[in-house]
């Protein structure tokens, strides 16, 4: 049972835009920055969004994030064929000492 | 080119020893804290020690008193002790460098390197 709380799987059509949460408690997402790392299959993790809404250098603006009290929120517009894959949030637990990671959403482009 | 290329994985005994290590490249290693996190097959995420710049460790309880983190910043590199290791540490284990309360993200992964544990 992971400490940060994600939906297994959402899915959506090219071109449409999908959000994905995760859920926490004061002690994490609620006063430490989140992560959001991309999984393709096969590789290893990539980040995405990091301090709960900055990207990385290359990483396209049809990826966001946000946060609002103890949860956050991943969101991918213009949804594409390649953005298939495992995406998990991550974040600091000040009352564990301890980097924590969601179950991983998966994202399906029909 | 800023790169991690871990190193040492394979199969274990069940209550054997290995040590995992993970090569820096590209960028200025002692600056920066530094993780191991493991993915069995077909699971998630699981983050497995953190080591700051001043050599502060930290673990999950899951492994505390098993593995044991370390790093030789005259060799750009970081470890991964493993002792009395079960069947449920069977993963790919990433070396990832990033701040320890996550300030930045894990920006830089390595490929991955496969420890099996099994009699």
């Known amino acids: 049972q992971s400490v940060l709380t994600q939906p297994p799987s959402v899915s959506a059509a090219p071109g449409q835009k999908v959000t994905i949460s995760c859920s926490g408690s004061?002690?994490?997402?609620?006063?430490?920055?989140v992560s959001w790392y991309q999984q393709l299959p096969g590789t290893a993790p990539k980040l995405l969004i990091y301090?709960?809404?900055k990207r990385p250098s290359g990483i396209p603006d049809r990826f966001s994030g946000s946060k609002s009290g103890t949860s956050a929120t991943l969101g991918i517009t213009g949804l594409q064929t390649g953005d298939e894959a495992d995406y998990y949030c991550?974040?600091?637990?000040?009352?564990?000492?301890?980097?924590?990671f969601g179950g991983g959403t998966k994202l399906t482009v029909l | 080119e800023v790169q991690l290329v871990e190193s040492g994985g394979g199969l274990v005994q069940p209550g054997g020893s290995l040590r995992l290590s993970c090569a820096a490249s590209?960028?200025?290693?002692?600056?920066?804290?530094m993780h191991w996190v493991r993915q069995a097959t077909g699971k998630g995420l699981e983050w497995v020690s953190a080591?700051?710049?001043?050599?502060?460790?930290y673990y999950p309880g899951s492994v505390k008193g098993r593995f044991t983190i370390s790093r030789e910043n005259a060799k750009n590199s970081l470890y991964l002790q493993m002792n009395s290791l079960r069947a449920g540490d069977t993963a790919v284990y990433y070396c990832?460098?990033?701040?320890?309360?996550?300030?930045?993200?894990?920006?830089?992964w390595g490929q991955g390197t496969t420890v099996t544990v099994s009699s």
């Open positions: 301090e709960n809404n």
């Open positions: 590209g960028f200025t290693f002692s600056s920066y804290d």
């Open positions: 990832a460098r990033g701040g320890i309360v996550g300030a930045g993200g894990m920006d830089v």
């Open positions: 991550g974040t600091w637990d000040s009352s564990l000492s301890a980097q924590v």
């Open positions: 004061s002690s994490n997402i609620g006063n430490n920055y």
């Open positions: 080591i700051g710049t001043a050599g502060d460790t």
